[in-house]
């Protein structure tokens, strides 16, 4: 029953205070979510009850019936507040209720007929959600299957692991095992490159480095005047140079090997008799600081790397660089995000970007459902098939210590962070290559393959439950082929030649040219990787052929160092 008409004192003021209640509510919303407006739209329709009495007198017939919602909006608030925070199948079906009241004093019952088609209905609804909620774990899990096989069928694997078992050679090298690098300062005179802040870190100037790890390697680090290996290049390039310049990370500064065994010092060596196709002699010159991915790679162009003006600019892409491209969501403990439009990259603050949303409509609106409606199957089932669940991983900062760099290889279910990670990894690309461009050089892209043994490795050594996971060795590739060739650049894959000289040696791809235990080239990676350059340089008539050395030459498969 409506409130009398003589007591206006009380509605006004239950309407100020709902008034008052409503305005709190919007005040301490941060943002505007279904949820809230969920809550608005509650106190809104509280604040139409309360004052429909006031109208009624304008209303006539079927709209004078709004009147008699003040009570039912009072109960509707009332219960839920009340059951919000119980949740289930019962909750639910106290809210379809409370629904078909609504229907009945709206639109009327007036005969016993209307009232017993009213009460089917709403049988009819309750009875289906509770059929629909019973059955639908196994609907999820039917979806959850069909999901995969897709997966399966998109990425061209079969349902094992990349490798079982039984096809996986021992390693053959000695695992280092709970031993870290270490690293000390023998000589240090000056504080870093003045390129370095402008890609958010560089490395030391006119500094030795004391860089060692038992077991592996020992070796002294020097960095010149201008923060990287090696002798000092010019700005200014003689017109009879072609120059090469390697940009990238941790691989590129390798401070696991002397500078002479680097893949731009050994490249040099290669080609130090070489040519191009018109006659220029070849320089080849290496920037990386550990970390870096290939946001950081442009930044550097950007800023200083074009001042040398390289011909040919290679980035070896490494399996890292993706989550390196997305600090915020893989390493929370760095002090850097990136700001990227069409036309630059800016380094800013974590949490000062606005986060781009990663859900679609259905998947926000799942999310902002009641706390009571969370659990019920019905809603699970919607999100298996609106929203496939997306894994929140251990970062590498994380209590897991979870290395977020092997998860580039799942294919299902979609990785939190890496749709975000590859689409800012596409645009640096893009950006560095139209740089590049505009100077007149280009850009190459090398893949390094760590091999199918050591990736099967890191899918089985499970931090977290993966249980349902699908890997694909080839996953990286793929999304770089999907937009490296559309850009014009090239893309060089290491993995048959890897393979090749990891036969021929009789060994496994990650052991032969890798540090176990350390995970970057050893002298015989880089050197080989040179090699394989070096012959694509040939092939592509970049270098004259007239002077090419033979295959195994150079590639050397079987170099000591």
């Known amino acids: 029953m409506p409130l009398p008409a003589s007591s206006r004192a009380l509605k006004i003021a239950l309407t100020m205070a709902l008034g008052m209640v409503a305005l709190y509510t919007l005040s301490v919303v941060p943002d505007w979510t279904i949820g809230s407006a969920r809550w608005a739209l509650v106190m809104a329709a509280a604040l139409v009850g309360l004052f429909s009495p006031y109208l009624s007198g304008f209303l006539a017939g079927r709209a004078a019936r709004i009147t008699r919602l003040l009570p039912l909006v009072c109960l509707i608030m ?19 209720l409370l629904l078909a009241c609504t229907v009945a004093l709206i639109w009327g ?10 009460a089917v209905m709403t049988g009819s609804v309750a009875v ?13 899990q ?32 000695t695992t280092i095992a709970d031993v870290a690098p270490q690293a000390e300062i023998i000589y240090q005179n000056g504080s870093g490159p003045a390129w370095g802040p402008l ?13 060692w790890m038992t077991g592996a390697y020992d070796v002294m680090v020097d960095y010149n005047a201008e923060g990287y290996r090696g002798p000092v290049m010019p700005y200014d390039k003689p017109a009879d140079v072609y120059r090469i310049l390697f940009i990238g990370d941790s691989y590129i500064e390798a401070r696991e090997v002397d500078y002479e065994k680097t893949i731009y010092a050994q490249l040099g060596d290669l080609l130090k008799n070489a040519h191009t196709a018109d006659g220029k002699r070849i320089e080849v010159m290496g920037v990386g600081a550990t970390g870096w991915g290939t946001l950081q790679a442009y930044l550097y162009y950007h800023n200083e790397g074009y001042k040398y003006h390289p011909d040919l600019v290679i980035n070896p892409f490494i399996i890292n660089d993706v989550a390196d491209n997305n600090p915020t969501v893989f390493y929370p403990d760095r002090t850097i995000d990136f700001a990227i439009s069409d036309a630059s990259v800016q380094i800013v603050a974590p949490g000062t970007l606005t986060p781009r949303p990663t859900y679609n409509g259905m998947a926000r609106w799942l999310e902002n459902l009641p706390p009571m409606m969370q659990p019920l199957g019905l809603m ?16 590498a900062s994380g209590p897991k210590k ?15 962070g890496y749709a975000e990670g590859w689409s800012r990894t596409e645009a640096a690309y893009a950006l560095l290559n139209r740089e590049i461009k505009a100077q007149g050089g280009r850009l190459m892209v090398v893949y390094v393959d760590i091999g199918a043994d050591r990736i099967t490795e890191m899918t089985q050594d499970r931090v977290e439950d993966q249980t349902g996971w699908l890997w694909d060795l080839t996953l990286p590739v793929k999304h770089l082929q999907s937009f490296l060739p559309r850009m014009g650049i090239p893309l060089l894959l290491t993995g048959d030649t890897y393979k090749e000289c990891a036969a021929q040696a009789k060994e496994r791809v990650y052991d032969l040219l890798f540090y176990v235990g350390d995970g970057h080239w050893n002298p015989l990676g880089h050197r080989i990787t040179a090699g394989l350059v070096a012959q694509t340089l040939y092939d592509d008539g970049t270098l004259d052929p007239a002077a090419r050395p033979s295959h195994e030459a150079l590639l050397g498969c079987f170099a000591t160092g």
């Open 78 to 96: 009332v219960a839920g507040l009340l059951i919000e925070q119980q949740g289930g199948m019962g909750a639910a079906l106290v809210y379809a």
């Open 109 to 118: 019952v007036q005969t016993r007929e209307q009232g017993l088609n009213l």
């Open 128 to 140: 289906s959600l509770l059929l629909v909620n019973a059955i639908s774990p196994t609907l999820t």
């Open 142 to 173: 039917t979806v959850a299957n069909m999901q995969k096989q897709k997966a399966l069928q998109q990425a061209g694997i079969d349902l094992r692991p990349p490798l079982d078992e039984t096809q996986m050679t021992p390693a053959t090298s």
């Open 199 to 211: 890609a958010g870190w560089g490395t030391n100037t006119n500094t030795r480095l004391h860089y």
């Open 380 to 395: 699970q089932l919607m999100r298996q098939v609106f929203t496939p669940p997306r894994e929140v991983l251990a970062t």
């Open 402 to 416: 979870a290395h977020p760099q092997r998860y580039i290889f799942v294919s299902y279910p979609e990785i939190k």
